[in-house]
């Protein structure tokens, strides 16, 4: 079997990656080793995602956005940030950059069925699920994966096989890795002063604890604490774990009840040497995983998919062989050095925030109020986390500036 590419991963970026590639009309092959995820009846994925604006227009683009159940998608209009209330908070605002809102929060099934629907409406687009990679041939001109005893031969394999990534293991690229010493416990809860389409997130001496707004009085929450807390909040009963959010919030949401079950995830930071080999790429965790504090590892990924795609299209467009070095090292020029950049500014963020003392905590609390002051500073803060700024493949930008983009094109030719 011969492909235009192969993408091994069929995750929120892996299945992005195929979904912006197909509509391209490239053929590929999609592996991956677990079912379409179910979707609960009633209440929500315990896993959500807080997603950009830049990572709705990439969404968009790809025709998966309008296949999104409008129950599963819940704006955030305002974020509010806080350590200790005397001390000062920094309010973000959608209308103060004119957007409708900051982001939306998502539930992964949701999205990850989404992707699904839209990959079996694309002919190029072949899934193999589910498989598991384990065998990688790179040669110089063509890479080859074994699928099901059978060799699959093509110019190109995309690693979008999570942060433990097979591909970067057998390319031999090498990572950096840190761990937090954090584990994340997350779980579905309901507040009964509301949540007022805002995401809320405290900075507690071992971690961030974030509310991220659901349909109704529901939310999301999102609390990186150390191992052991988070072991216990894990398991005690469920009247210590809300009287446990209660205090944490300081009532700041209302009463707390608990509307599923809860996990728990170690936090580690990953960043790839490189994101690109001989006929390899890595988009997403496979290349770099980041501090959910921000909610930024999904948007980062699929960014990068939206990019990887757009200069594969190009190549291929100009009739060049698309796995070649010169047109991958462009990919690793653009995406590697903005992704390094994120990583460290949120792991320092978490570092900062970590329970020192004394001139450290006034310090970074009246950078909290000097940053609410300052109205510009505010806006780009926004900008940069709605993934509104910076060097973005066309699919992130808005359909809009998209259309008039293509325009202007058509009228210079
Ligand atoms: C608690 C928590 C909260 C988070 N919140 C947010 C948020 O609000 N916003 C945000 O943007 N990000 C968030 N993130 C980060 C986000 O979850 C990840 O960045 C994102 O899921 C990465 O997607 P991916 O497709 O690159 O990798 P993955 O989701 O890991 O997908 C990899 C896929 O590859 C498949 N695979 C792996 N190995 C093989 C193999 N050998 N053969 C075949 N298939 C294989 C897997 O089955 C999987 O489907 C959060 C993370 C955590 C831990």
Redesign the pocket.
């Known amino acids: 079997m011969i492909f235009d590419l192969v993408i ?9 990656l195929a979904a912006d590639l197909g509509q391209r009309g490239f053929h590929l092959g999609l ?4 079912p379409i995820p179910p979707l609960p009846d009633t209440g929500f994925d315990l ?6 604006r830049a ?1 709705q227009h990439v969404l968009e683009s790809v025709g998966v956005w309008e296949l999104l159940p409008a129950e599963r998608v819940h704006p955030f209009r305002q974020m509010v940030v806080w350590e200790v209330p005397e001390a000062g908070e920094v309010h973000f605002d959608s209308a103060d950059i004119a957007e409708p809102a900051l982001g939306h ?1 998502v539930e ?1 099934a949701a999205l ?1 069925r989404a992707l699904d629907t839209r990959l079996s409406q694309l002919d190029g687009v072949e899934i193999f699920r ?5 065998t990688l041939m790179l040669e110089a001109m063509r890479a080859a994966v074994v699928v099901d005893g059978k060799k699959i031969y093509a110019p190109l394999v995309v690693g ?8 970067r293991e057998l390319a031999g690229i090498e990572v950096q890795e840190a761990a937090y010493g954090q584990r ?1 416990v ?1 779980a579905t809860v309901t507040v009964s002063r509301g949540h007022g389409d805002t995401a809320w997130q405290r900075f507690l001496p071992n971690g961030p604890l974030a509310f ?1 707004p659901l349909p109704g009085e529901h939310a999301s929450i ?1 609390w ?1 604490t150390t191992p052991a807390h988070a072991d216990a909040l894990k398991q005690m009963s469920e009247t210590s774990f809300v009287a446990a959010l209660e205090d944490a919030y300081e009532g700041r949401l209302g009463e707390v009840k608990l509307a599923g079950p809860r996990a728990a ?3 580690t930071s990953i960043g790839a040497r490189d994101y690109v080999g001989r006929r390899v790429a890595l ?5 770099h ?2 501090h ?1 504090l ?9 960014l990068d998919a939206a990019s990887l795609a757009e200069i594969l299209g190009a190549a291929r467009d100009a009739g060049r062989d698309i796995g070649r070095a010169h047109t991958l090292r462009k990919y690793q020029r653009w995406r590697k050095g903005h992704n390094a950049v994120m990583r460290a500014a949120l792991s320092g963020f978490n570092w900062l925030f970590g329970g020192h003392s004394g001139a450290l905590r006034d310090a970074r609390n009246m950078g909290l109020r000097v940053t609410n002051q300052i109205p510009p500073l505010k806006r780009l803060l926004m900008r940069y986390a709605s993934g509104l700024s910076g060097d973005l493949p066309a699919a992130a930008t808005p359909r809009d500036y998209r259309k008039a983009m293509a325009q202007r094109d058509a009228r210079s030719v």
């Open positions: 091994v991963g069929g995750g929120l970026v892996g299945a992005t592996l991956e080793a677990r896993r959500v995602s807080a997603l950009t990572t929060i992964n990850q589910p498989v598991k990679f384990e979008a096989d999570g942060s433990r990534s097979r591909v994340a997350v991220l999102v990186s995830f170690d936090l988009v997403g965790d496979a290349a995983t980041v959910p921000a909610g930024q590892g999904v948007n980062l990924g699929i």
